[in-house]
Structure formats: C-alpha cells, structure tokens
C-alpha cells in the first residue's frame, strides 16, 4: 500500500528546523527560494545583488529561526527578513543617504521598454511611487493580507489600506493615459 | 469625485454600500469593472523571476562556513576623529609645556638690568666683518689655487706641530 507524504506546512517545517533538521530548512528554501529571490530582484533591481541578499535572507533566518514564535506566518517572516536585507543592502550602497532616498529610489521606472513587457501591467505599475508598488507587489503578487503586509513593511493595516487603495487608483490612471496614448494615430 | 468616493469606499471594505450604489450607476459600473480587471491582470501576470542553477547549494554552503561577519555600517568616524583630536591635543600640550621652561638667564639678565635678546647676542662667538672677508675672498677662487692654499696650509700647520712640540735630539 502506498501511503501519500503529508504535505507539511512551512510553520510545521520551521519548527523542525528550530530542532536542528535541515532537511525540514531545505524544503523551506526550496518551496520559497524563488518568491524570495523575486521580491528582492523588485527591490534592488539587479539579478546579482537580488541573489545574494536573497541567500542572505535564508543563512540569516536559519541562523535565527529560534526567534521564530509562530505567532505570524513564516512567510511574513521570512519577507520582513529579506526587506531589512535588502534595505541594509541599498543603505550600505549609498551610506551617506537617508532611508527615505532609498524608499523613493527602490524601484526607478525604467526609459526605454519595447514589446510586450511595455504592455505588462506590472511595468506600469513599477513607474508608481516604489510604497505603492511594493504594496501592490506583496499583495498582488505574493497574495499577502493586510495584516501580513502591515508586519512585513513595520507599519499598521489602516496605513497599509491606504496606501494600496493609492496605488490601484494611481494605476487606474497610468493604464487610462496608456491606453490613451496607445489609440492615437 | 464620485470615482474617488468609490475607490474609498472599496479601500475601506464597505461592500454593502458600494453595491448599493453601483448598481445603479452606470460609470461607477465601469470604473468597477476597470479596477477588477486591472486586480486581475496584477493576479495573474506578476513576473517571476528564474532562480539561479544551484541556489540551495550555495545558500547551505554559506551557512555550513559558519557565522559571517555582517560588515559595519559606515558611519561618521567620531572614534578615529576622538583619538586623532586626543593626539592632537596631547602634542599641541607637550609643545607649549617646552616653550614656557622658566628660562633662568632671562631673569638673571632682568635683574641686572640686560634684556634677554643682549644676553643672547653676548653668547654668540664674535666675528669681524675683515675677517669674514678673509674667510670668505677665496670662496671665488678656482678649484686649483684652493687646493694649493689647502696644501700650504697643511705644510705651515705641520711646521708648526714639529717646531713646538716635537722635542729636538740630544747631542
């Protein structure tokens, strides 16, 4: 009789992990290495940087996985890990900036764009303020829950609401003006 | 404005309202529907990025390598600008200790009545003006008439030497 492997979820794996079982780490790494890798490359814009802060953010949860209550999703964890990375990493790139310089400059809209990634909704949604795009990123495209995306980006759900609530009208706006420009002759 | 009083009222989670509302309002119809597909697009065409060949690899390697040393935000130096003002200080001190010795001639020269500049200017050597002429005439001379004034020189110096102290043989 062959028996079905229980599919563990990934806080039931983080607390093998807790234990010393690194295995249980490696099926976290693999089930969330490309998600990770993802957010970070929207952060810092550069495929070499986004890998290794994306390792980072893995050797740096491993290392304080004990910290890890349960009590938030290891996702959102894990996410609030690799923003601080990623944040430290712009930081220590241009020392002398304030972290708001880093919050205007974490996704910069790109000039030129030809094909089909112009049409991409997500390219226009990368020419909105980089607060905007990162709430819609983690809850578009991660599918994060407002009080998940508030844990992630240290701030509360109503600012979280706000703010997301900004961007969809702001790419309301960016898609009407595109498709404007797109019709005429 | 009735787009934005909309928006507000999706953002805020007020459901039964907006339903209410868009029901019977055709633009507020449209403008819904525009921002449904527009959540629908975002849904379903978010870019993944490929991950790199051999990523779980390196992210255990570098975790079997043992803890790394994060590297030290950079800051303002105020630790190496504490210790080089210190050092600054600390010369600037030593200096100004050495300048202000209690000179004693200055004092012996006061009591008697003499500046301290007469009491330098009496403990340098003195010299004529004929004879830094003398001492100074042959520096134009060429390099062979100074040689011979060397060697002559060096004659009368041994002449003299063997005339005064050397003792004359007994007869």
């Known amino acids: 009789v062959q028996v079905e492997p229980i599919e563990e979820t990934l806080e039931q794996l983080a607390e093998k992990a807790k234990t010393g079982c690194q295995q249980s780490y490696e099926k976290i790494v693999v089930a969330l290495q490309e998600r990770v890798f993802s957010y970070v490359l929207q952060l810092v814009r550069n495929e070499e940087d986004a890998e290794d802060l994306a390792q980072e953010t893995f050797v740096k949860a491993y290392r304080h996985i004990k910290s890890f209550d349960g009590r938030a999703k290891f996702t959102t964890w894990l996410y609030s890990i690799a923003k601080n990375t990623a944040f430290n990493h712009l930081r220590r790139k241009k020392p002398q900036e304030p972290l708001e310089y880093h919050q205007d400059s974490l996704v910069a809209p790109k000039e030129q764009q030809v094909g089909d990634e112009r049409d991409s909704i997500w390219t226009l949604a990368r020419q909105l303020k980089p607060r905007l795009f990162e709430v819609l990123w983690l809850h578009y495209a991660e599918g994060f829950s407002m009080k998940e995306m508030a844990e992630i980006t240290k701030s509360n759900s109503v600012t979280v609401r706000v703010l997301l609530h900004r961007a969809r009208v702001a790419l309301r706006k960016k898609c009407r003006i595109y498709e404007k420009e797109q019709f005429v002759p | ?171």
């Open chain 2, 1 to 171: 404005m009735l787009k934005c009083w909309i928006h507000k009222l999706r953002a805020f989670g007020a459901g039964h309202q907006k339903d209410g509302h868009v029901a019977g309002c055709p633009q507020c119809a449209e403008e819904e529907r525009a921002v449904a597909s527009i959540e629908e697009r975002l849904r379903n065409s978010a870019p993944r990025a490929e991950i790199p060949f051999g990523f779980t690899n390196r992210v255990f390697s570098r975790i079997a390598r043992g803890p790394e040393r994060e590297p030290r935000a950079q800051s303002f130096p105020w630790i190496r600008m504490a210790i080089g003002t210190g050092f600054i200080l600390l010369g600037s001190f030593v200096i100004h200790k050495s300048s202000t010795k209690p000179a004693t001639e200055p004092v012996l020269a006061a009591q008697q009545g003499n500046s301290s500049r007469d009491i330098v200017f009496a403990n340098l050597p003195r010299i004529s003006s004929r004879e830094i002429g003398q001492l100074t005439v042959r520096l134009d001379q060429p390099l062979e008439t100074e040689l011979q004034s060397v060697i002559s020189d060096t004659r009368q110096a041994i002449q003299f030497v063997a005339s005064n102290f050397i003792p004359e043989p007994a007869n």
